[in-house]
């Protein structure tokens, strides 16, 4: 399967907080129309990651003032995101034609069913070399 890659930047100018301009710019990829290039997906992820987590919030009781201590939360939560959560933009129908919500690892097919809590909790990372 091919996949070519495309990346493109959006650049906001303000002026005394107004919002001014918006350039798109296409750093690599071919075909990218002007129109596909917005940001909406990864400020709804980031609102997602901010409305899911106290830790990353400043004016929480839960607030990570230990760098290390967010990083732990942050991993556990990008996995459970991405191995254990349905996800409403990601459906499927099942076996017997019920229609779920499947997760990003499983639409990426890195596993084959949703991972309970327990299986995360479980799993044991093995670190490899990449050469």
């Not at 650049?11 to 690599?28: A, M, Q």
């Not at 002007?34 to 901010?50: A, G, K, P």
């Not at 919500?101 to 809590?117: H, Q």
Request: include cysteine; aromatic fraction near 10%.
């Amino acid at each position: 399967m091919f996949c070519s890659l495309r990346y493109a930047q959006v650049v906001k100018t303000r002026k005394n907080g107004v919002l001014e301009k918006v350039e798109k710019k296409i750093i690599f990829g071919e075909d990218i129309d002007q129109r596909e290039i917005s940001t909406t997906l990864l400020e709804r992820q980031n609102l997602t990651f901010r409305q899911d987590n106290n830790r990353v919030s400043r004016k929480t009781i839960g607030f990570s003032k230990m760098k290390e201590w967010l990083e732990y939360q942050m991993k556990l939560y990008c996995t459970h995101f991405n191995f254990c959560r349905g996800h409403g933009g990601l459906r499927y129908k099942d076996e017997r034609g019920v229609e779920c919500k499947n997760t990003p690892a499983r639409e990426a097919r890195i596993i084959e069913s949703k991972w309970t809590l327990r299986e995360l909790l479980k799993f044991r990372c093995v670190k490899t070399s990449i050469g």
